[in-house]
């Protein structure tokens, strides 16, 4: 490719509006273009990087026995409703109608349209297992689209469903898939994790999200340094080893005016942090039936529902919410804080509360004796309590956050925190969605059966985004050779002043076409200030310098966009047997 026949439209400043680095760096490289909130036109730079990812995507797919297709992104609404997502996805979805006031939905994933089409083709077991992948615009209706593609509206993504006869067959296929990520990301050159996750709202009871790690990301991750563990910090397993103490102290109330925080409670009674019992109030809501006016119907219940965790950890709602017995669980409002503890919150505790609220307590509170919790009276807190002394043994359960230096869940050493960047996600999902939609085949013996699923997504789009969020400097993108937009740029020096210049310049172009490189000659005659600013901005890994002062001593210059290759002189002769050797030795092949 030669620059004058691309469209380069790089920019010195980024907008204001750009929050973070990959937003800033995507916009200033001329990767991608705003067209409104969340949405955004893909340039040939961006898109180049855009192909290559999916090319890679298609290969590891297809290795893994996938067939690919393509199914639309409008999706009618009773497909939606027969899942029971239309109701419960929320305003995420993006509804509309058509001229005969018919619904559709624009759709931010594929589970209903892939399980309508399997339902009516695969009628026996002999038509499975079967494993169905596209690479296709999707659209969430983000409340709040920021970051540029990480947080964006419109995306692409790749799908991919199974189908199996059986749960056995169904996990051996989520394994091939879960192999098959991680060639995808270790190709793509990403420092990547697998954690073990939750399944949200896609449903199913097996997952693991790959996150590229990166200061920048949204996701917290604990793992282990000393062996293979990692999870998604809302489902990390937080062990307890501690055996509770005996009661040293009686419970007395202490005054503790204006102290409505365990962090100003402990400092006022010169305890550690860890000594106090922090106090969350949820309502757990649900739907009975009932009688009225002998009619029935349904009927909202709601349970206060008290969580205690020590003052130096958190809540993780996710983990509440997976407990027996919990349906739907949000915050609980002050006013009915006050009507189930007779205060308001910052002095709320566990002692003498009525029977119809459902204490659940930390592992590591129950396990706690002496500690220091609220007294349900303003500007009091109870110190010295203990369990089954001052109040009844508790339900225990794990319903905190790890944090670092916890015990790691595999035994084998202690975890860390990083930070991640979700860009995949693989879910086994059973039955959820083929039992919905009736999704059977016959077994051999003549019995129908429900198919077995699994969903596997990648963000195509986003991964632009994260590998540039662990890979820039203050020059611009540092891309890995397997996606960067050109692998070799050629910036000569008066390309259109000097014959010398250009000849060198043509030759080794051709040279690197011929051998199937992606290379890009600038033949613009720009000064080299602005074309090495360019190209250290848009990221090609390798670049050569050609000007006559250098080629009246036969040589070029050469270096790496990740410094990896300091700048030096390079025998013209020679310059390109050294470009295939740096370009073989940055592929990933598995």
């Not at 916890?406 to 039992?435: N, Q, W």
């Amino acid at each position: 490719m030669r620059a004058t026949q691309f469209f380069l439209n790089t920019l010195k400043e980024a907008p204001a509006d750009a929050e973070i680095v990959s937003h800033q760096l995507m916009l200033r490289a001329g990767m991608i273009k705003r067209l409104a909130g969340g949405i955004y036109t893909y340039m040939p730079v961006g898109l180049r990087s855009i192909r290559k990812v999916e090319n890679i995507v298609r290969e590891e797919m297809n290795r893994a026995g996938a067939l690919e297709l393509l199914m639309p992104a409008v999706q009618p609404a009773e497909l939606w409703q027969e899942s029971g997502r239309w109701e419960k996805y929320g305003p995420e979805l993006l509804r509309l109608k058509d001229r005969h006031d018919r619904e559709f939905v624009i759709g931010p994933t594929h589970e209903e349209v892939i399980t309508d089409v399997v339902r009516k083709e695969v009628k026996s077991y002999r038509q499975l297992p079967l494993n169905l992948y596209q690479i296709q615009t999707k659209f969430r209706d983000e409340i709040r689209p920021r970051f540029g593609v990480m947080r964006g509206r419109e995306f692409v993504m790749k799908d991919a469903y199974s189908f199996d006869r059986t749960q056995e067959a169904a996990l051996k296929t989520y394994d091939v898939m879960y192999d098959a990520y991680r060639r995808i990301f270790t190709r793509l050159g990403l420092n990547f994790r697998a954690v073990n996750a939750d399944t949200g709202s896609i449903g199913g009871n097996r997952s693991h999200e790959f996150h590229v790690i990166a200061d920048t990301g949204e996701d917290a991750i604990a793992y282990c340094p000393t062996s293979d563990y990692a999870a998604n910090v809302e489902l990390a397993e937080a062990l307890c080893t501690a055996q509770r103490p005996a009661a040293g102290k009686a419970m007395e109330k202490v005054h503790t005016p204006g102290n409505s925080t365990c962090e100003a409670v402990a400092s006022q009674l010169g305890l550690p942090l860890s000594a106090t019992v922090k106090s969350v109030v949820f309502a757990n809501e649900w739907q009975e039936q009932g009688q009225d006016k002998n009619e029935t119907k349904a009927v909202k219940k709601v349970q206060i529902l008290l969580a205690l965790v020590r003052g130096d950890h958190e809540v993780n709602d996710i983990k509440l919410g997976k407990l027996a017995g919990v349906q739907e669980l949000r915050l609980a409002t002050e006013a009915e804080i006050v009507a189930a503890f007779g205060t308001k919150p910052g002095y709320l505790g566990p002692v003498g509360v009525g029977a119809d609220v459902r204490v659940v307590a930390d592992h590591s509170v129950a396990a706690m004796g002496d500690f220091v919790c609220g007294a349900n009276s303003a500007d009091f807190h109870y110190a010295g309590v203990n369990w089954g002394r001052d109040l009844p043994e508790p339900e225990s359960a794990d319903i905190r956050n790890v944090v670092e230096g916890d015990a790691s869940p595999d035994g084998k050493g202690v975890l860390a925190m990083c930070r991640g960047i979700e860009v995949g996600h693989v879910f086994y999902l059973g039955t959820k969605y083929s039992e919905a939609l009736q999704a059977k085949f016959l077994e051999e013996n003549g019995k129908p059966a429900v198919i077995e699923m699994g969903c596997y997504g990648i963000g195509v789009t986003r991964i632009l985004g994260a590998a540039i969020e662990q890979n820039f400097d203050d020059r611009g993108i540092v891309w890995p050779l397997s996606i960067a937009p050109f692998e070799v740029v050629l910036c000569p020096i008066g390309y259109k002043k000097s014959e010398e210049v250009k000849l060198h310049a043509d030759k080794l172009y051709q040279q690197l076409k011929d051998a199937g490189v992606d290379v890009m000659l600038d033949d613009r005659d720009e000064r080299p200030g602005v074309m090495f600013a360019d190209w250290e901005l848009i990221g090609v890994p390798l670049r050569v310098t050609l000007g006559d002062r250098g080629l009246k001593e036969g040589k070029v210059e050469f270096q790496s966009r990740d410094g990896k290759v300091e700048k030096r002189d390079v025998e013209v002769g020679k310059i390109f047997e050294q470009l295939r050797v740096e370009l073989a030795s940055r592929q990933i092949s598995l």
